[in-house]
């Protein structure tokens, strides 16, 4: 299964859908030498100066295409569960995040909200093998379309973002 291509700092920044070119310039990168593409499904990171920013860089139709997140002041009322991962046993906490959509529509206020892992540890997540459900449960089968089922959420947040702004 093909896993997330390594990405330049310039092809980073040049990614990004929903920022201005003064957020664009100010945006902290990740350590790209520490970064394992191939145990990624989405490169996410969270700014070290701003803790409630994060950033999402999604391999989207062969091409990478990243969005700026702003995490929301209210906590869940009860353990949330990600909308990406799906994972109902997740070592780490949910958070909600705002994404301003793309073009017109972020400009005049449009956000869409989602919860995700609060270190964006879904790769991971997905990657731990399931426990047996079962005699004979496809315990890798299962950790596959886990990976599929996490890439298509990300890969349709981010259309959504993009092109939700075109509806």
């Known amino acids: 299964m093909p896993s997330m291509i ?3 700092e310039s092809q980073i920044r040049s990614s990004f859908l929903n920022v201005s070119q003064r957020e664009r310039a100010a945006i902290v990168m990740p350590d790209l030498a520490a970064v394992d593409a191939d145990r990624l499904d989405y490169l996410g990171w969270r700014d070290p100066k701003l803790p409630r920013v994060g950033y999402i860089v999604v391999d989207l139709d062969g091409e990478p295409a990243g969005i700026l997140l702003r995490q929301t002041e209210g906590t869940p009322r009860a353990r949330a569960q990600c909308s990406w991962c799906e994972d109902v046993l997740l070592p780490n906490e949910v958070v909600q995040f705002n994404v301003r959509r793309a073009g017109a529509a ?4 449009d956000t869409v909200g989602t919860l995700i892992c609060e270190r964006f540890q879904c790769s991971a997540n997905v990657r731990v093998p399931p426990r047996e459900a079962y005699l004979g449960f496809d315990v ?20 959504d973002i993009r092109d939700g702004s075109r509806a």
């Open 140 to 159: 890798e089968g299962e950790r596959q379309r886990r990976i599929r089922v996490l890439r298509a959420h990300a890969e349709g947040f981010l259309r």
């Open 106 to 109: 972020g400009r005049n206020g």
């Open 6 to 8: 390594p990405l330049t």
